[in-house]
């Protein structure tokens, strides 16, 4: 209707006016009658479907039929976009609410790794940590030992300067005690040639004298060396304890902060991942909402034809003379068991119930043409029984 724009022509409103005195709509009634005229017959070995409208004008009715032919493309492109549009619109508002959350996640990545002091979650660098934190346990364990061992050599050199292994083995010392042990040997000499108050005694026992104390000040720097060197073992070991410690912290750390950022990191693939397939859907579908190419394809435009399709006066003749004849003969038999005439004995009998005793023919007296056959014609024939 609206193609062949029907519904604006006057002679179609005049008996659109006669037809229903204005009620309804023109567009309708145009429709509801075009609908009644139309014929769609679909193949059975194919999905060709043939459409055929019945009209007084030939021009029109290839018209209508052509029509319905178009509309029927246009409606199935339609039927076929209109969902795609709408879930293209639909698409379209969550691909940017997916997006506004690949940002997010970014985001908290990127102030994560901006709080944490992250450049790369790199896989060897843990391990690295990992490594060094063995080294630092290795190195506490030999300076714990060092460390014990300074103690108690320190510990020796305190109780006893000669009964120190450190002290006694000291070169200065032992050459310090030859020393004095010649020192000693030369005063028990002198003691024994000479009194108290020779010089030569006062001599020897200065000189002992002198050797004893170079040697006690020998000790005690050597006793205060080995304290020293324990001092310096235990603050060795001190160091390397607090390194194993802070180290450990830091693979703490390396591990939390390794889990924080893997868990942002799936939520930024998880994100990134759906993004990527609502994109790829949406334009799809966009595509589909777009395309204007219907899967309908017109094989042969309805064209005015030569002759009428209808009434076919032949046809109709023979079929009338068929069905006359037949309801001819039907009625005559009809008629004949109503009112059924005797034609025989038997008809008598089976009519009466009675015997038949004779029956009499009569025949026509034919004209008269002389001579002998004319004489010995019978005339009467009686039979009995």
Do not use: C
């Not at 030939?58 to 052509?66: C, K, S």
């Not at 020796?156 to 002290?167: M, Q, R, T």
């Not at 109503?338 to 004209?367: C, F, H, Y």
């Amino acid at each position: 209707v609206d193609a062949l724009r029907l519904a604006s022509v006057p002679a179609v409103i005049q008996q659109f006016q006669e037809a229903n005195e204005g009620r309804g709509s023109v567009r309708d009634w145009l429709a509801d009658l075009l609908l009644r005229k139309l014929d769609i017959v679909p193949s059975r070995e194919s999905s060709v479907v043939e459409i055929s409208f019945k009209g007084a004008d030939p021009a029109f009715a290839a018209a209508v039929a052509n029509a319905f032919a178009d509309e029927y493309q246009k409606i199935t492109v339609q039927l076929k976009t209109e969902p795609a549009k709408k879930a293209s619109s639909y698409l379209n508002e969550q691909t940017r609410q997916l997006r506004d959350n690949v940002e997010a996640a970014q985001a908290r990545l990127s102030k994560y790794q901006q709080e944490k002091g992250i450049v790369s979650l790199d896989p060897n660098r843990i391990d690295v940590e990992l490594a060094r934190l063995s080294d630092l346990s290795a190195q506490l364990v030999q300076a714990q030992s060092a460390a014990m061992e300074g103690n108690s050599r320190q510990a020796a050199a305190h109780a006893s300067a000669l009964g120190s292994p450190d002290v006694a083995n000291n070169v200065l010392i032992q050459t310090m005690r030859a020393n004095l042990a010649m020192a000693e040997g030369k005063f028990a000499d002198t003691s024994q040639r000479y009194g108290n108050n020779h010089p030569q005694y006062l001599a020897a026992k200065a000189e002992l004298d002198k050797v004893r104390g170079a040697l006690a000040v020998a000790m005690g720097t050597v006793s205060r060396s080995v304290g020293a060197n324990a001092q310096v073992l235990r603050q060795r070991e001190a160091d390397l304890r607090a390194a194993v410690a802070e180290q450990k912290t830091r693979v703490l750390e390396l591990n939390r902060a390794r889990d924080e950022l893997g868990v942002l990191l799936k939520d930024l693939d998880s994100a990134q991942r759906a993004f990527d397939a609502a994109s790829q859907r949406f334009s799809q579908t966009r595509i589909e909402a777009l395309s204007e190419q219907s899967d309908i394809s017109l094989l042969n435009p309805a064209v005015a034809p030569l002759e009428p399709s209808s009434p076919r006066v032949l046809l109709n003749t023979l079929v009338a003379v068929l069905l006359g004849t037949i309801l001819g003969v039907g009625l005559a038999l009809l008629l004949e068991l109503l009112n059924r005439p005797l034609r025989s004995s038997g008809d008598l009998k089976d009519m009466l119930g009675i015997p038949v005793l004779g029956t009499v023919e009569w025949q026509p007296v034919a004209a008269r043409t002389g001579g002998l056959r004319s004489l010995m014609r019978p005339r009467r024939l009686l039979r009995l029984n």
